[in-house]
């Protein structure tokens, strides 16, 4: 074997792993069914083709940090933008919990514990109440007497159900002073609504947003944090610099001078969630959850057959069963529609697949 200087808790823990599927309907990665229009791809290629390439990028991408101040009415200093939100949410442990404590619910994200595990701080995850509800009092104990940071994701990921604003306002009540309480709101837009009024009001507080999702820029890689200026000082000195390159900038920002088209997609995805939930409960052996995101969960008997099911059928959609708390549970994205009719048709098919292979096996074990 070869001598490595690696420390115990790297080793410990697990990589990273998805598998990409081949199948035709891709439903598995809470992506935007629509890429941006040929004609703004074109703009963002003539405006790379002005830029120097010998050069570097600014140290912190000013210009898109303004047009996100721009956005959300929020102070340019306070706005920090990275490659994605994990690599934020990475950047956020390392300043308030390396070697402290990283407070959050479960199921969640799952970046949250493995930088706990990567930094050496203590993980304590608080299950969620009945309904997938904030277990408000639990967090209150947990976070008495804890430093570190806190994160908790509203809309929730992966159960996509908000958490009401009074609650959440609660909850950064009782956050102490040497907790930095981060909301998590990659999903936000498709709530029609966010807690940046509660984060403005609480100085050090963080909201985590993303282009990602409602944007449809999941292949730029581009994230972003609002907090106070002061609390953004501190957060990029453990980010890289110069690590936001031109490339992402001119995507971004010919993005955010098209909200129009962002609407658009919250438009699509809203309608379509509802769709595919009416449908959804109107099927035996599938129970879906309310959501506010651009993701179903919903519990099933024998999941594991039925996602193999779905991908003979050619639809690839994401197993959750493993996580504490969503027994029986897998995710669908909201695609395009004639994707989500792809699966809407294959889903009952396959839950009544595996619910045969269910009697199969019963019969097979009494013999």
Known sequence: ???????????????????????????????????????????????????AWNRYPDVTPRSLERALARRHDWDPDG??????????????????????????????????????????AELVEVPLGEGFALPLDGLRRTLDGRRGALFVPNPAAPTGNLHPVPEIDALL???????????????????????????????????????????????????YALTTPETAQEVRKALLPFSVTALQVAIAEAVLDHPELIEARVEHVTRERERMLGAMREMP??????SVTNFLLFRVERPAEVYAALLRRGVVIRRQDHLPGADGCLRVSVGAADENDAFLTALPEAADEALDLAATDREAAHD
Not at 15 to 44: H, I
Not at 97 to 113: C, E, H, K, N, Q
Not at 205 to 219: D, N
């Open 285 to 290: 052996d599938v129970l879906p959850f309310p």
């Open 79 to 120: 706005v920090i933008v990275a490659n994605g939100s994990n690599v934020l949410i990475q950047a956020l442990a390392i300043v308030a919990a390396l070697g402290r404590s990283i407070v959050t619910v479960r199921p969640t994200f799952s970046v949250y514990a493995a930088q706990a595990h990567l930094l050496d």
């Open 1 to 51: 074997m070869d001598r490595m200087s690696i420390r115990d808790h790297v080793r410990a823990l697990p990589a990273y792993r998805f598998t990409p599927r081949p199948e035709p309907v891709k439903l598995d990665q809470n992506e935007s069914p629509d890429d941006l229009p040929d004609a703004l791809k074109q703009q963002v290629l003539e405006a790379l083709g002005r830029a």
């Open 173 to 223: 009540d009782a956050v102490p002073e040497d907790v930095l309480p981060v909301i998590d709101e990659a999903y936000a837009e498709f709530a029609g609504q966010d807690h940046l009024p509660l984060v403005r009001a609480r100085p050090g507080a963080v909201s985590l947003r993303t282009l990602s999702k409602a944007a449809g820029l999941a292949g730029v890689r581009v994230g």
